[in-house]
């Protein structure tokens, strides 16, 4: 794979990346996951056929630009995710206490 059909898969795996931002955005934890895995099987494919790094010093800081907009949106991704992740806690946590409360009451009667 040339260098330039590199610096188009990053771009190609950004753009699945921001997909993955609106998924999140939007609450669609499913859609997440497997746009995630699409975009994992994009960059093992990218890592595959890497080398040298560019020598055109425009693709060289293409790639970079790239790969920090990845970084940076991967923790926009996280930060929503935690917030997700912290709704399902109180959410779980809930669930368990109506339940030792309906087992507590059903044990009295």
């Keep these: ?5 590199i610096v188009e898969a990053y771009s190609r795996a950004l753009a699945q990346t921001n997909r993955m931002f609106e998924a999140a955005r939007s609450g669609d ?3 997440l996951v497997l746009l995630e895995r ?3 099987r994009m960059l093992d494919e990218i890592r595959k056929h890497e080398g040298e790094p560019p020598k055109a010093p425009e693709l ?3 790639k970079r630009e790239l790969i920090r907009e990845m970084l940076s949106r991967d923790e926009e991704i996280r930060n929503l ?3 997700w992740m912290h709704e399902l806690r109180d959410i779980l946590s ?7 409360l309906s087992k507590t009451y059903s044990q009295g009667n």
């Design 81 to 83: 995710t935690q917030d």
């Design 29 to 31: 934890w499913d859609g």
């Design 60 to 62: 060289r800081q293409r």
């Design 38 to 40: 699409e975009r994992d």
């Design 94 to 100: 809930n669930v368990e206490t109506v339940q030792r």
């Design 1 to 5: 794979m040339t260098q330039d059909r």
